[in-house]
């Protein structure tokens, strides 16, 4: 049981280089989450999904898009990255909604030059 | 909209000490409350949560943390630190159809020998 695990670790972009990061949870959980992590802003939320084909909005979703193509599967992508972009990307995955706990994986750090 | 403010970015505490992390939030609806902790180079893990019922709730390694809705607080506690301790720590807000999960800015803890 390997829990959210998430590909790659580490990733270094030129500005207007696109990439994909994917997250993939074992846990057979309906709602999964990509969040970002800056210096003293805590985490934020990018984009959520609460099942399989599902995508919606979270707190800061310019210049990312998702997909959920399967239930243990969740895409975050970028299609033409910006120096501001670079940041600590985690998953997270959770059974139910709001008042359930997210799992999250170990997390993406990306520099954008 | 829900948010979170942690009072104070780091806290430093001597081990065997008292340790108070403070949480205040702002919520319209019936809030879900969480701590999370961050070890350097992992991903978050849950300490405890409130979501309905005894509002004085127990989590791991000795943590608590009591919800007062007359204060909008939801403040960490830990009567004796120890060195394992040390870490990031995050309170989160979410609630009622809201899967947008807010995050604090995180408080730093740092347990002296």
């Known amino acids: 049981n390997a829990g959210v695990t998430q590909t790659p670790k580490f990733r270094v972009l030129k500005t207007g280089q696109s990439m994909t990061l994917l997250c993939a949870q074992d846990m057979n959980h309906e709602y999964m989450y990509w969040y970002r992590q800056d210096p003293g802003m805590g985490l934020r939320l990018i984009h959520y999904s609460v099942g399989e084909g599902t995508t919606a909005k979270g707190e800061v979703p310019d210049g990312y898009n998702v997909s959920r193509l399967k239930k243990q599967n969740f895409l975050l992508g970028l299609e033409s990255a910006a120096p501001s972009q670079t940041s600590v990307y985690f998953c997270?995955?959770?059974?139910?909604?709001?008042?359930?706990?997210?799992?999250f994986g170990p997390g993406t750090r990306l520099t954008v030059l | 909209a829900q948010s979170v403010t942690q009072l104070g970015s780091h806290v430093s505490v001597s081990e065997g000490a008292l340790v108070l992390l403070r949480c205040n939030y702002s919520?319209?609806?019936?809030?879900?409350l969480f701590w999370y902790v961050q070890y350097p180079n992992q991903g978050l893990q849950l300490l405890l949560k409130y979501t309905t019922g005894a509002t004085l709730v127990k989590g791991i390694n000795g943590f608590e943390a009591e919800f007062k809705k007359s204060e909008t607080s939801f403040h960490l506690t830990k009567p004796s630190a120890h060195m394992s301790d040390a870490a990031e720590y995050f309170c989160?807000?979410?609630?009622?159809?809201?899967?947008?999960?807010?995050f604090g800015a995180g408080t730093r803890l740092t347990v002296k020998p």
């Open positions: 919520s319209s609806v019936p809030p879900y």
């Open positions: 997270a995955s959770s059974y139910w909604g709001a008042e359930d706990t997210q799992y």
């Open positions: 989160a807000v979410s609630g009622g159809f809201n899967n947008d999960m807010r």
